[in-house]
């Protein structure tokens, strides 16, 4: 599956942005959806994922309750709104999927099904 993900920009701390992730093929909703993000000198890490059936969520401690993963079939789109936003959220946000994986795939060694060509988030104090 191929992803395209966009969205990212500059914004002050506190503010919001919603990135969007494009699949292609007619297959996306057999994809559980992903997101990780990997800020400069540090390694990649998972942000949020959504199951690819019942609409199950997970998310990393760090952004509970300020960030919602979201999908929409007929799009073949997955979103992540990000609300409240901090300068330690800077980073290149990617998208990622798994076939028929849950929300938490993401956060276990398993091999992914396609990578986005990630989005830059920069957020000033």
């Known amino acids: 599956v191929q992803l395209q993900a966009s969205g990212g920009g500059l914004v002050q701390a506190g503010g919001s942005l919603r990135l969007s992730c494009v699949a292609s093929?007619?297959?996306?909703?057999?994809?559980?959806m992903g997101w990780f993000r990997q800020a400069p000198g540090k390694e990649r890490e998972f942000v949020a994922g959504?199951?690819?059936?019942?609409?199950?969520?997970y998310y990393t401690d760090s952004v509970k309750g300020r960030f919602t993963i979201s999908r929409d079939n007929a799009k073949s789109t997955v979103y992540l709104q990000m609300n409240s936003l901090k300068p330690e959220d800077t980073a290149v946000y990617y998208c990622?999927?798994?076939?028929?994986?849950?929300?938490?795939?993401?956060?276990?060694?398993?091999?992914?099904?396609?990578w986005g060509q990630g989005t830059l988030v920069t957020v000033s104090s």
């Open positions: 093929g007619r297959t996306f909703s057999s994809y559980a």
């Open positions: 959504i199951s690819w059936n019942d609409g199950a969520t």
């Open positions: 990622a999927a798994a076939k028929y994986g849950s929300s938490r795939i993401f956060t276990t060694s398993a091999t992914l099904d396609g």
